[in-house]
């Protein structure tokens, strides 16, 4: 069972990918939820109004607890929210991930963008796709991987799907386009 955090943000389209790429799926809305679920998935959105409702219900820490144990699979605000280090401006993150991000890098929503992109030949060897739809909306720029982090797509040289260990980071929205090889690569860490 794989969970979707859903206080804000595009939660309805990553269950539907997920149920389109085979997963069973939940909301996760509080601590409790939180514990019925192998693995989550913090959707794109706005990662200060996440913040904020993570601290209203009282989910930072649980979700801090969850990382260390379970796979999380963070795309665009939730790549925000995994990271170690985050800028423009500095905010709270959960560090489960070594990545240093800068938030809203690309510019303002008409630099919002869809790239066609060819992956990394690990990503290929593991998913079969040869070529990634990037769908990018005020995304941030993954600046810098740390130990343990493995790059699988990048664009223009910026990492933009980033693996470590049993978390992976996307900048871009796979849960936009019919493509769910990026969902199934996550599905195989639960
Ligand atoms: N710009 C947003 C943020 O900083 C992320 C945008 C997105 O998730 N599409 O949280």
């Given at each position: 069972m794989v969970g979707v955090l859903a206080l804000q943000g595009d939660f309805a389209a990553h269950e539907a990918a997920l149920v389109r790429a085979?997963?069973?799926?939940?909301?996760?809305?509080?601590?409790?939820?939180?514990?019925?679920?192998?693995?989550?998935?913090?959707?794109?959105?706005?990662?200060?109004?996440?913040l904020k409702l993570l601290h209203y219900g009282g989910m930072m820490d649980a979700l801090r607890r969850f990382s260390e144990t379970k796979p999380i699979f963070g795309t665009c605000a939730g790549a925000i929210l995994l990271a170690?280090?985050?800028?423009?401006?500095?905010?709270?993150?959960?560090?489960?991930?070594?990545?240093?991000?800068?938030?809203?890098?690309?510019?303002?929503?008409?630099?919002?963008?869809?790239?066609?992109?060819?992956?990394?030949?690990?990503?290929?060897?593991?998913?079969?796709?040869?070529?990634?739809?990037?769908?990018?909306?005020?995304?941030?720029?993954?600046?810098?991987?740390?130990?343990?982090?493995?790059?699988l797509v990048a664009y223009n040289g910026d990492p933009v799907l980033v693996e470590q260990g049993m978390h992976l980071a996307a900048t871009f929205h796979p849960e936009l386009t019919d493509d769910v090889s990026v969902q199934r690569l996550f599905l195989g860490k639960l």
């Open positions: 085979g997963a069973n799926t939940r909301l996760v809305r509080n601590a409790d939820e939180l514990g019925d679920v192998g693995g989550l998935v913090i959707p794109g959105g706005e990662s200060t109004t996440m170690e280090k985050v800028c423009n401006p500095s905010q709270e993150s959960l560090g489960a991930m070594a990545i240093s991000v800068e938030r809203n890098a690309y510019g303002r929503q008409n630099e919002s963008r869809i790239c066609s992109l060819v992956p990394e030949e690990e990503f290929i060897r593991r998913t079969g796709a040869e070529k990634v739809e990037a769908v990018f909306i005020r995304a941030p720029v993954i600046r810098k991987v740390g130990q343990g982090g493995r790059v």
